[in-house]
């Protein structure tokens, strides 16, 4: 389905008869998505161990990775946008909801305009198992309106936060480098997934169409590794995607550098400067990992290790690598 509005986080698009989901909000001229779908035909004359789905076949980035190569850029695939058609959870769901009775058990908890949620996932393009979980995707300042509404069905019994059982199957999904019990530790208190009647779901934070541009992409030069702690000033963009976390009084713990150069000047005086401190009065950190949104809130201190990266501003980023070593935790929550 194509639409006027732009192209943003969580919708899906649709191209050569494979399905994308976008992971940027920032798609014009060209839409950053990752491929999760493709018809069974295609994949498997050159994989195997498969998740089919009907004529279709679900994909992992790894194996996302073998094909689409002339639009793929560091992992990430760029499509033109004139060329995809364009599937919003905002405008499907009201439909979808008519024959799929699970999505609208989750749908009908929320007492929200209908251009104010959706679901996402193989569920928005009907690529769904009868098992499958429920994405749920509530936009702008609704989704804190959800959250309330999912902490109040918790505590009423309407609703139940996962047991052990599907804490861990989410454990070894994500494959997170902290322990089991750090992890669920974080995870209970985010109150962004639940159950009802035996069904999963996740809630899931996007912008409003009038905030897309809030905060610019950030491209930066990758100078090393490091593990930073610094207190979280602001919690307002935990939940967003990225998950930013802009952290005061930063101090350096580990740090790895790598031979890098730029011919801007200013980049590279920053990356001179970044090689002979060890402290710094402000840094952000920003997750692109689902597995380390909501970690931590305002006025807790933080620590943090992933890529550093210098562009207009000095950033620490984690979940761009494939590697399992990067994470973010709240200090303060683990030492209560």
């Given at each position: 389905m194509s639409t006027e509005k732009p192209v943003r986080l969580r919708d899906f698009v649709k191209f050569e008869n494979c399905y994308f989901s976008v992971v940027s909000y920032f798609n014009n001229p060209e839409v950053k998505c990752l491929l999760r779908y493709?018809?069974?035909?295609?994949?498997?004359?050159?994989?195997?161990?498969?998740?089919?789905r009907g004529d279709y076949v679900k994909l992992s980035h790894e194996q996302a990775l073998n094909f689409f190569e002339e639009y793929r850029r560091n992992g990430i695939f760029y499509?033109?946008?004139?060329?995809?058609?364009?599937?919003?959870?905002?405008i499907l769901t009201p439909k979808l909801v008519e024959k799929d009775d699970t999505l609208r058990k989750v749908y009908s908890i929320f007492k929200i305009p209908p251009a104010y949620k959706g679901v996402t996932g193989s569920r928005l393009i009907?690529?769904?198992?009868?098992?499958?979980?429920?994405?749920f995707v509530v936009y702008g300042?609704?989704?804190?309106?959800?959250?309330?509404?999912?902490?109040?069905?918790?505590?009423?019994g309407f609703l139940s936060q996962p047991d052990e059982e599907c804490w861990k199957k989410i454990y070894n999904k994500?494959?997170?480098?902290?322990?089991?019990?750090?992890f669920v530790l974080h995870e209970e208190r985010k109150f962004h997934k639940a159950i009802i009647d035996d069904v999963y779901f996740d809630l899931l934070y996007v912008r409003d169409y009038d905030r897309i541009n809030e905060y610019p992409e950030f491209s930066g030069i990758k100078v090393g590794v490091a593990e930073i702690v610094g207190t979280l000033k602001d919690d307002s963009a935990v939940f967003d995607y990225p998950a930013r976390y802009p952290l005061e009084d930063v101090k350096f713990e580990y740090i790895e550098y790598i031979e890098c150069e730029s011919s801007n000047k200013k980049i590279e005086n920053k990356i001179k400067k970044i090689k002979n401190i060890n402290r710094i009065s402000s840094m952000e950190v920003l997750s692109f990992t689902h597995t380390?949104?909501?970690q931590a809130f305002a006025g807790e201190r933080v620590r943090a290790y992933g890529v550093i990266e210098v562009g207009s501003d000095v950033k620490l980023i984690v979940g761009t690598r494939?590697?399992?070593?990067?994470?973010i935790i709240?200090?303060?929550?683990?030492?209560i």
């Open positions: 493709a018809p069974a035909k295609l994949v498997l004359k050159n994989l195997q161990k498969v998740e089919k499509l033109p946008l004139d060329k995809v058609k364009v599937f919003k959870p905002e009907g690529l769904n198992r009868s098992d499958s979980d429920v994405d300042k609704w989704w804190k309106k959800a959250r309330e509404k999912l902490i109040e069905g918790i505590k009423n994500r494959r997170p480098v902290l322990d089991f019990d750090t380390y949104t909501g494939r590697e399992c070593d990067e994470f709240s200090e303060s929550l683990v030492r």
